[in-house]
Structure formats: structure tokens, C-alpha cells
């Protein structure tokens, strides 16, 4: 199956928003506390999180459905400028409150922008990493309150008023509708589909009322006028067609009325239907549902006394809310006619055995899903997204629609030389993983062949018996082993980890993950209809996997289709054992299983297995791919699966949201600590014949 893992925080935003080969320089503002530093080096060791809010001002959170902005595109750049709205209220508002006081505007922009996010379903609810942050969006139907309803259901008025109702209709298949006047509410529509009923079904003529209550409009205006009197002469209509003195198939109430008696009114009816042609919620299925179920007093009055005979009929259209979670109602399209008269029939040729099951089944859910359930799930839902939240330091970057937050784990700073080297110096069982591109050679590089200085200093690291270095990549074998077939002792993990070997001699383990490649036939026809349709993309074929490039397309459309191949690929490899992911400029296809972080973990693993864990571990690396390498350390950290506990330098190049602790600013740097800690390697190493090297141990391995 096609399975993504967004644990990575990588994989938090869309590569256009966030260009992971271009870190931030520098981020301008620290917006929350602890404590406002102007540069996110600092020294977390001072760090005290203790402290409360910097600003002395007061800060008023002004939160309105739109921002105060006049919002204007230049059509001929597609830029966009904004600023402050003097003449709106929630601007002119601000002179009411201190001079000192900070205010901030919380709303959405009045004007249509591409927002184009990438997200993940995860359990029941979507979650979208952004800038380190987790935006948790849940479809979290809202209740009644269940007690409110029951005690008017027991009120004596409410009594009386059942059971006059239930007199006054004896005989007749009593049909409700309540809704508030709006165009959206589709009373006309569904007052025609009851004449087409008694139109073509002769024999329901006298034994179907449908009494349709009708809350005062909340807004006025012509449309509203003109949907009332259309309701009222299709009302009057029928009733002239197929009324008699005696009998009136359709009771309009439209004036206001106690509530009480709109209970009572659900509690009197045999079936509620809701025929909203847009809606939000409409929780008026619900409230019918528990009136339904009545009380003891009711069912004296029915001469029954056993609950067994509680039943309710829903019609809801599928445009409402509600129709979802409403799973024994019928379901209808509102613009139909004939499936709204459809509806009706089969609501009233229902056996009461049959609806008595449908009001059991709704009764459960909206007796267990009622409006403290809900708070209660909201809440736990608001905690669990925000529970990182409150650790994270956030930075502010970029204007106007390039405006970002940023939020960085508290601890993310700047790998610093002197920092590096000292515990380099004092270590003496060392694990280094690097990933290749974007990290040893920079992906705006167009000849991506190992320079001289990087093969120097991978030969220099590697000649440390002191020291096992990977070079972790996503690229294939053939490609890793011909660029580094100078460094014999150098350990690779080609595509992402599917293939690994532990120095030149070594032979090449494959991922247990191996599997046939059937899915390629799936997947490469796909790639070549985005191939063709994306001039400059091309398709890149290795053993394990299928990659689809767009660097040297046209980046916003490249970055478009990248979009809806992953998809598109998701969908149609959906039961295959692969992955589909998005790394630099690739959509890339591998096989369910392998990752860096996997491959990682296969070293580590291997290391502490022979005696010889890492005192130092470094891994660093500037992709989405990478971050599954830092979470595995992490995770190894954090489950103690280290005899004693290394120096661990998990970094990553360029600023960002990340797993890693360290960041360094680009490749350069990456050179720059390399070659500091070559510098003080020993260039021989005095061992002694009896003394066993860390190398000799891996070695033994390979
Ligand atoms: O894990 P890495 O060492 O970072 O390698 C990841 C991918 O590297 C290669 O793609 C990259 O270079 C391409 C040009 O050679 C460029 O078009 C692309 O945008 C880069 O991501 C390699 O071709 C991929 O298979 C690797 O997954």
C-alpha cells in the first residue's frame, strides 16, 4: 500500500512555499517568547524558558472574519500589495486602546490566492506540517445537548401540545420540516416533491401532512421575499389541488412559536425532513431524534409503555451537514423532485419494525455524540495538535504573502566548529553519515561530481580508524561507487538505504524490503504523460525505484505537476509496497521499507551489535529524506540503544524547520567543519599490533 510518512518535518509544506535549497539567511523576527533574540544562534545553554513575555505592552488579538487590507494585484507581475485599510472600523478601533498596546489582526485575506497545501491523513483527521508547526483539520460534527431537549420534552405544556397534535393528525402519516427562511433552505422544492407524490400516488391523498414550520428569516432582501411567496403558493397550491374542507396536505407555520412547541411537533411527527439545497451542520435531524424517543409520560398518553415502540423517519439531503453521520436516513438531492417525492413514498411505506431500527440506530449516535462530546473531543484534539507547540521558538519572515512563521525546536542552532572538533578530538569510535546532494556538492551545481577537495577529505576521514563514514543518498550504486571509487573504506547507502555496503571490497546488501517491480509498469506510463506535458522534466529509472525530475522545467509549473503526479501515483499505486515522495526537484517512487533513517538505524544497529557503539555520532544531511535520518538517531537517543549515551551532531544544511539540532548555512560550511576536524585527525595513527580500531571491528562486519 501506498503509505507517506509526514512524520518527517520536511514534509511539511509545499516545496514551492519553502525552498529547501534556499535556508533563510537570516530570520528577521522572533515573535514569541521566552526570550526575543534577533539571531537564532543562540546559546540555548542561557536559555531561560522561564521567562514570561518580553513585551512589556499589552497585546490585543483583534480575530475578524476578514483582515483590514486593501489587497491589490499587479496583473502584469502577479505581485501582490497590501496595506492597512484606515477606513475600516477594526482598524480605526486601535484609538480606544493604549498607545503601548500591540495589536495584532487575526483573519483571512479578502481576496482569492492560490493557498495550492500539502497535506496528510492521519487518523481520522488531516494534519498540515507547515514551517514546523502542525495545522490538525477534523471533520468534528458538533451535538445537541441531549438533557435541554429531554427536560422540554417533559414539560406539561409539551405534554398537552403532543398529544393535541397527535389528535389532530390521527390517521394521517405526519411529515416535518423546520426550517429557518432562507434561498438555501429548499422549501419550495420540497413542498413540490410531496405534489408530485399526491399527484402520482392518488391513493396518499388524504393521509399525508406535511406541516412545515418556518423560523423568521435572519436576514431580509428580495431573494428572501420571493422564496416566501413562492413556499406559500406552491402551499396553497396543493391544498387547493388536493385539499378538502376537512384536509389540508400542506400546514404552513410561518410566525414565530415557543419552543416547547416545536418539540412537541418533532415528538408528534412520523418522519422529519430536511431539504436544504446548502447548509452547514442543520442539527434539526438530531433534535427530532430525541424528541422521538419521548418519555414515559408520552407513552402513556399512547397507551404504550415500553420504549420498543420509539420510532423516527429521517429524509435529509445530502447537501446538509448532518446527512453523513445520519446512516439509516434517506438520503436525497434536493433539486430533484422526483427523488424527494421518491423519499416520501418509501418514508411512509416503512414498516414499523424497520423504523424503529432506523430511529435505534440514530437515537445511539446522537445520544453518544452530543454537543459535551464534542467540546470534550475538540479539546483533547486542540492538545494533542498544540502539544509541541509551547516548546517551539517561533521566527517571523517574508511580507505580505510571502509572511511566514516559522517554528524551530528550542535547541536549533548553528554547528559551530569549535563545538564539533573538541568532541571530535576526544572521541574515539566515530559514525558519520552524510547525504550526498545538497550537502557535499550544492543542487544548484551543474556538474554533480564529487569535487577533488570532497574526495580529499572523505579519504582523510576515512583513513581515521577512529572513524566509519557513510554516504547515504538517494542516487544509485553504480553512479556513489564510480565517484567514490577512490575512497575504499567509504561505507555507501545507495537509493536511500536499498542498497548498502560497508567499504570498497564489501559486497552489497539489499534491503530486505526487495521486492519484484511490477509496479513500475504502473507507475512509468504515468511518469511519461508528465514527462511529455512538462517540457524540460525527464525520468530517471533505478534499480529500486522510478524518479520524475522537474529541475530544469519551468519551477512554478514544474512544481505544479509535481503536485499532481504524487497524487496521481498515490491513487494509482494505492495497493502496491511502494511510497511516493517529494524530495529536491524529484517525485520519486521506492519501495515501502527503505529509507534512510532505516539505513541509519541498519548501522547503528550493526555497530552496537559488535561491541563497538559510537561514541561520536554526525549525520547531516539538507532534504526531506535526510530528516528520516535525524529522526532515527533521535529516536535511537531517546530509546538509550547506546551503551553509554554519544555526542550526537545531527545537522541540517540551511536553516528550517527540522529534526536536526544543528544547522549549518550550505555546502561550504558542510566543507568547512569536514575539513576542520581532517585537520586535526591524526595523518597516522600510531596503533600498536595488539590495539583493535573501530575499523577493524566493521570490517570484520563487512
Ligand atoms: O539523497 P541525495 O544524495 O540528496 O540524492 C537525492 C537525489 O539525487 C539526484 O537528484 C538530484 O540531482 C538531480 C540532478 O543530478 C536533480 O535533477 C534533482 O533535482 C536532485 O534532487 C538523483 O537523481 C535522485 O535519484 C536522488 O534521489
Not at 432562507?182 to 416533491?193: E, H, M, N, R, T
Not at 432582501?221 to 387547493?240: C, F, L, M, Q, T
Not at 453521520?325 to 413514498?345: C, H, K, M, Q, T
Not at 544531511?621 to 535526510?626: A, F, M, V
Request: hydrophobic share 35%; aromatic share 8%; net charge negative.
Amino acid at each position: 500500500m501506498v503509505s507517506k510518512s509526514y512524520t518527517n518535518l520536511l514534509d511539511m509544506s509545499g516545496e514551492d512555499v519553502f525552498d529547501f535549497q534556499q535556508p533563510f539567511r537570516s530570520l528577521p523576527r522572533f515573535v514569541t517568547s521566552p526570550s526575543i533574540t534577533s539571531n537564532p544562534d543562540w546559546d540555548t545553554s542561557n536559555a531561560d524558558d522561564s521567562v514570561g513575555p518580553a513585551s512589556c505592552c499589552v497585546r490585543k488579538i483583534i480575530v475578524s472574519n476578514f483582515l483590514p487590507l486593501n489587497c491589490t494585484k499587479d496583473e502584469a507581475t502577479g505581485q501582490w500589495s497590501f496595506s492597512m485599510d484606515d477606513n475600516q472600523l477594526l482598524v480605526q478601533l486601535k484609538d480606544g486602546f493604549p498607545m503601548e498596546s500591540e495589536v495584532v489582526y487575526v483573519g483571512s485575506l479578502n481576496a482569492e490566492v492560490d493557498p495550492g497545501l500539502n497535506y496528510e491523513s492521519k487518523r481520522g483527521h488531516i494534519g498540515i506540517e507547515y514551517f514546523g508547526r502542525t495545522v490538525s483539520l477534523k471533520i468534528l460534527a458538533v451535538g445537541v445537548h441531549v438533557g435541554r431537549l429531554e427536560s422540554v420534552l417533559r414539560l406539561p405544556a409539551t405534554i398537552s401540545k403532543v398529544q393535541e397534535i397527535e389528535q389532530r393528525y390521527k390517521g394521517k402519516m405526519v411529515m416535518l420540516g423546520v426550517d429557518d427562511m432562507d434561498i438555501f433552505k429548499g422549501i419550495s422544492l420540497k413542498l413540490l416533491g410531496l405534489e408530485f407524490l399526491l399527484e402520482r400516488t392518488p391513493k396518499l391523498r388524504g393521509k399525508v401532512v406535511l406541516v412545515q414550520i418556518i423560523n423568521p428569516a435572519r436576514s431580509t432582501g428580495k431573494d428572501v421575499e420571493e422564496a416566501i411567496n413562492e413556499a406559500v403558493s406552491v402551499a396553497e397550491r396543493i391544498n387547493i389541488k388536493y385539499g378538502s374542507a376537512e384536509y389540508k396536505p400542506v400546514i404552513l407555520i410561518d410566525y414565530p412559536i415557543p419552543s416547547y412547541e416545536k418539540i412537541a411537533y418533532y415528538a408528534a411527527s412520523d418522519c422529519c425532513i430536511v431539504n436544504a439545497v446548502r447548509d452547514g451542520m442543520n442539527l434539526i435531524p438530531y433534535e427530532y431524534t430525541v424528541c422521538r424517543q419521548g418519555n414515559e409520560e408520552i407513552d402513556k398518553l399512547r397507551g404504550v409503555d415500553k420504549s420498543s415502540h420509539h420510532t423516527s423517519t429521517l429524509i435529509v439531503s445530502e447537501f446538509v451537514g448532518c446527512s453523513p453521520s445520519l446512516s439509516g436516513a434517506f438520503r436525497v438531492n434536493p433539486w430533484s423532485i422526483e427523488d424527494v417525492a421518491d423519499a416520501l413514498y418509501k418514508a411512509m411505506d416503512l414498516t414499523q419494525s424497520e423504523r424503529k431500527l432506523r430511529h435505534d440506530k440514530h437515537y445511539r449516535y446522537v445520544k453518544t455524540h452530543d454537543v459535551a462530546y464534542w467540546a470534550r473531543s475538540f479539546s483533547q484534539d486542540l492538545d494533542r495538535a498544540c502539544k509541541d507547540h509551547y516548546s517551539r521558538r517561533c521566527w517571523t519572515t517574508g511580507f505580505g504573502l510571502n509572511f511566514r512563521v516559522i517554528a524551530l525546536s528550542p535547541g536549533f542552532r548553528r554547528l559551530s566548529l569549535e563545538h564539533f572538533a573538541s568532541s571530535y578530538k576526544k572521541t574515539n569510535r566515530r559514525l558519520i553519515f552524510m547525504d550526498y546532494d545538497g550537502t557535499l556538492v550544492p543542487q544548484s551545481s551543474v556538474n554533480k561530481v564529487p569535487s577533488a577537495e570532497v574526495i580529499s577529505i572523505l579519504t582523510s576521514l576515512c583513513n581515521d580508524p577512529k572513524n566509519c563514514v557513510f554516504i547515504v543518498s538517494g542516487r544509485d550504486r553504480t553512479t556513489l561507487s564510480e565517484w567514490f571509487a577512490s575512497c575504499d573504506k567509504l561505507g555507501i547507502a545507495a537509493e536511500h538505504g536499498y542498497f548498502i555496503r560497508w567499504n570498497k571490497e564489501g559486497e552489497w546488501e539489499t534491503s530486505s524490503s526487495a521486492q519484484d517491480c511490477e509496479w513500475k509498469n504502473i507507475a512509468e506510463p504515468i511518469m511519461e504523460v508528465y514527462k511529455e506535458t512538462t517540457d524540460g522534466s525527464a525520468i530517471e529509472t533505478k534499480e529500486s525505484g522510478l524518479v520524475w525530475h522537474y529541475q530544469d522545467a519551468d519551477h512554478d509549473f514544474g512544481s505544479c505537476q509535481a503536485k499532481e503526479l504524487v497524487s496521481h501515483l498515490e491513487r494509482v499505486l494505492a495497493n502496491e509496497p511502494v511510497v511516493v515522495k517529494r524530495g529536491h526537484q524529484i517525485v520519486e517512487v521506492k519501495p515501502q521499507g527503505v529509507s534512510k533513517g532505516i539505513a541509519v538505524d541498519t548501522v547503528i544497529r550493526t555497530v552496537i551489535n559488535n561491541e563497538n557503539a559510537p561514541d561520536f555520532l554526525m549525520c547531516i544531511g539538507n532534504d526531506r529524506s535526510d530528516e528520516d535520518m535525524f529522526e532515527s538517531i533521535n529516536e535511537a537517543v531517546s530509546r538509550s540503544v547506546f551503551p553509554t549515551a554519544p555526542d550526537v551532531f545531527a545537522c541540517s544544511v540551511g536553516q528550517k524547520a527540522s529534526k536536526a539540532k544543528y544547522y549549518v548555512d550550505g555546502c561550504s560550511e558542510v566543507i568547512r567543519l569536514l575539513k576542520g576536524v581532517t585537520a586535526i585527525t591524526p595523518r597516522r595513527e600510531v596503533i600498536s599490533q595488539s590495539q583493535v580500531t573501530f575499523r577493524d571491528i566493521l570490517e570484520v562486519v563487512s
